[in-house]
């Protein structure tokens, strides 16, 4: 069994107008490194690899522009967040094919994002809220994506891609 999940990657341009943000620790906020960012589809949790590279193999996604932006807000008071449309049917398709594997709840409603910080209790406002983004890619794989969680931080690793388009 392994913690899974199933993402885009955003590619070099989304990355480097993430990076263009302001993204100076503070005291409280715990910015996520550029290599670990991404679009969650679903959070999948406990399962085994094979089992959903299988359920994803059959699925079918249709090709999409997403676009993050308009700007950096905050989610539940502990995570500073780009907002992403235009993930929403990539979203539903994986969770049509995996709705039967893993140990977490499918959430009703898809609310994508890309989390750039997470937030101590009683954190400073990251000086990064409010900033306006506006980018956007046609993605051209989905990844089902192993994160360990370690000591210095979260390490995804890719398992599989499929296609999408």
């Known amino acids: ?3 899974l999940f199933v993402c ?3 590619p070099g341009h989304v990355r480097e107008a993430l990076e263009a943000l302001h993204r100076k620790d503070q005291i409280g906020a715990r910015f996520v490194p550029p290599e670990n960012w991404h679009v969650t589809l679903r959070f999948v949790g406990e ?3 094979n089992d959903v590279a299988a359920a994803l193999s059959s699925a079918r996604f249709a090709s999409t522009v997403v676009r993050l932006g308009p700007a950096v807000d905050i989610g539940g008071e502990r ?3 780009v907002p992403v449309s235009g993930a929403d049917e ?3 398709a994986v969770v049509q094919s995996t709705c039967d594997l893993g140990d977490q709840p499918i959430r009703p409603r898809f609310l994508g994002h890309v989390t750039i910080a997470r937030l101590k209790k009683r954190a400073n406002v990251p000086r990064a809220l409010g900033e306006l983004i506006d980018v956007s ?3 051209d ?3 089902l994506v192993e994160s360990t969680l370690r000591r210095d931080g979260a390490r995804y ?3 599989a891609t499929w296609p999408v388009g």
Do not use: G, N
Request: hydrophobic share 50%; no cysteine; glycine share 0%.
């Open 1 to 3: 069994m392994s913690r």
């Open 8 to 10: 885009l990657w955003p």
């Open 47 to 49: 399962e085994d690899p």
């Open 79 to 81: 995570t500073l967040f």
């Open 90 to 92: 990539l979203a539903a």
């Open 137 to 139: 890619w046609t993605p």
């Open 141 to 143: 794989e989905v990844a």
């Open 157 to 159: 690793d890719t398992l």
